[in-house]
């Protein structure tokens, strides 16, 4: 059985920063990609960030330049550093992990980010 083990979510002021956190527990899986979605009020989850095994990363456009995802392969945890929050990124923060080679999708329970002054 496959866990995910988020941290770091909070409350912080525009321009602030987190560092969001997601270890994967309870299992030997191998995880082609991880990475972070996120769902902000009102709409769906989308992506954030995804970090593959071979070192590729992708960022939302609305990422870009503000968000730096970062992964350990071997211990199978993904952080993602987040810089200049405005208050659009308020929301639920899920970890997510593509199992190799099923393709199946593991899902963390969600941490919340809100930025707020």
């Known amino acids: 059985q496959v866990q995910f083990v988020e941290s770091g979510g909070g409350l912080v002021q525009p321009g602030g920063s987190l560092r969001l956190s997601c270890a994967a527990s309870g299992s030997m899986f191998d995880f082609s990609t991880m990475g972070w979605y996120r769902q902000t009020p009102g709409n769906n989850r989308e992506l954030v960030a995804g970090h593959g095994t071979d070192g590729t990363t992708n960022y939302a456009a609305h990422a870009k330049g503000r968000f730096t995802i970062s992964r350990d392969g071997a211990e199978n945890k993904v952080n993602m550093q987040m810089n200049d929050l405005n208050p659009a990124d308020t929301g639920v923060y899920y970890c997510?992990?593509?199992?190799?080679?099923?393709?199946?999708?593991?899902w963390g329970q969600g941490t919340q980010v809100t930025v707020s002054s």
């Open positions: 997510y992990g593509m199992h190799y080679p099923t393709m199946k999708t593991y």
